[in-house]
């Protein structure tokens, strides 16, 4: 006697057809003529087309940016270089004018005393 209700193989068959089916279905090309189709890519590929455009000005703005601060850090560092080279020949100057008036004092000094030296001889004879 057979039963109105599908047996346990009849049930896996029907799951595995249906599984099979909607496996087909997905499988199946998409009408790429369709207008709307059509649009929407044609859509996404003027904005793709639009964020490149702008990814590529970012990048030649973010690198002329970054070439423009490297400038003024190296016109800073020249600026810096030069005012240290500035520095250093204001104090050799200073220390050769001080060992020039050192010198002078010493000449000063040793003609004053020679003078006294020949006086007090003079004074003598």
């Known amino acids: 006697m057979p039963s109105k209700e599908p047996g346990f193989v009849e049930r896996l068959q029907t799951a595995a057809k249906a599984k099979q089916a909607q496996l087909e279905k997905l499988r199946a090309p998409t009408p790429a003529s369709s207008a709307p189709s059509a649009e929407r890519d044609a859509a996404k590929a003027e904005a793709t087309a639009a964020r490149r455009g702008r990814t590529a000005e970012r990048k030649v703005a973010d690198r002329l940016a970054a070439e423009q ?3 003024k850090r190296a016109a800073a560092n020249a600026k810096q270089a030069l005012a240290v080279i500035e520095d250093r020949a204001r104090k050799e100057a200073e220390l050769a004018a001080q060992a020039a008036a050192a010198a002078a004092r010493v000449i000063d000094q040793k003609a004053a005393r020679d003078a006294k030296y020949a006086a ?5 004879k």
């Open 69 to 71: 601060k490297e400038a």
């Open 120 to 124: 007090r001889k003079a004074r003598q």
